[in-house]
């Protein structure tokens, strides 16, 4: 709107420990730029004109990456507990842990010691923990969002256990008679219950003789089957494993190959690209 004064900008980090929260950042324009560590944070937003504030717009600033920052942090598992142990580049005035399971469930605690380690407690068997360790030269908690960089980032299992599911949508496609191709869709991370390796992948035929199995990389959403007879009814087991052992397979609806038809294995693989 026309009659708009400027904007107040509140960025609070996740969790806020502090005693009260940041000083507000008055702006005209619809545009601000910050230099924020990979924890969690909640940008609020309003405006203001001469009658007053407006209602807050609230935005969680997404997770910058799912993936680890390697040989930074180091877990160790001690049934409920975990030490965390880091080898600093070089000696901040404090460090800041971040510990939990999500933006919903994350704590954190300032150390005021150089030492590198850290004893966490109270962990949950098969759930995935978030660790991040950020290095501050100011240790005022409310001066963390101009000071803080984060020096690790790692996930970790207190107990890993096998995945409660398989994966979900499995379909057979391009059969011939002698080959298949099967796809499904990965084990979400709730049902993995600990680090996902890979999946096994087993077909039985129609006299009920299974197959050895075939051990994929947790990557892999796709296999072709070869070698298989034709005018023969067939159903694909796939089941996911962990560190812990492997999982309830899932079964695939029964599929036949022809008497005629291609002899060569027709598994096509399609990638999509997003324009």
Avoid at 152 to 177: C, D, M, Q, W
Wanted: glycine fraction near 6%; hydrophobic fraction near 30%; aromatic fraction near 10%.
């Amino acid at each position: 709107s026309e009659n708009i004064l400027g904007y107040f900008v509140n960025v609070e980090r996740i969790p806020n420990s502090c005693s009260y929260s940041p000083n507000r950042i008055s702006l005209e324009e619809r545009k601000i730029i910050v230099n924020v560590s990979m924890a969690y944070y909640r940008v609020n937003i309003s405006a203001y004109n001469e009658a007053g504030e407006s209602p807050r717009a609230i935005y969680i600033v997404p997770e910058f990456s799912g993936t680890d920052l390697p040989g930074q942090i180091h877990v160790k598992s001690q049934g409920t507990k975990a030490v965390v142990t880091w080898t600093p580049e070089y000696n901040p005035k404090c460090f800041v842990v971040d510990w939990g399971t999500g933006k919903e469930d994350i704590h954190m605690k300032i150390l005021t010691t150089t030492t590198g380690n850290f004893t966490l407690d109270n962990f949950q068997p098969y759930k995935l923990y978030k660790i991040m360790v950020h290095a501050s030269d100011v240790c005022q908690c409310e001066s963390f969002i101009r000071h803080e960089k984060t020096f690790g980032v790692t996930h970790f299992y207190s107990v890993e256990g096998v995945p409660r599911t398989g994966p979900a949508n499995v379909t057979i496609l391009n059969i011939t008679k002698h080959s298949a191709l099967v796809k499904w869709t990965e084990i979400t991370a709730e049902d993995r219950l600990g680090f996902l390796q890979g999946y096994r992948i087993r077909y039985t035929d129609s006299s009920r003789k299974k197959s050895p199995a075939v051990t994929l990389n947790s990557s892999t959403t796709s296999y072709c089957l070869t070698g298989l007879k034709e005018k023969n009814t067939y159903r694909v087991q796939i089941s996911g494993f962990t560190n812990a052992g492997e999982g309830p397979p899932t079964l695939s609806q029964p599929f036949s190959t022809p008497k005629y038809g291609t002899v060569e294995p027709q598994c096509i693989f399609i990638t999509q690209h997003e324009s």
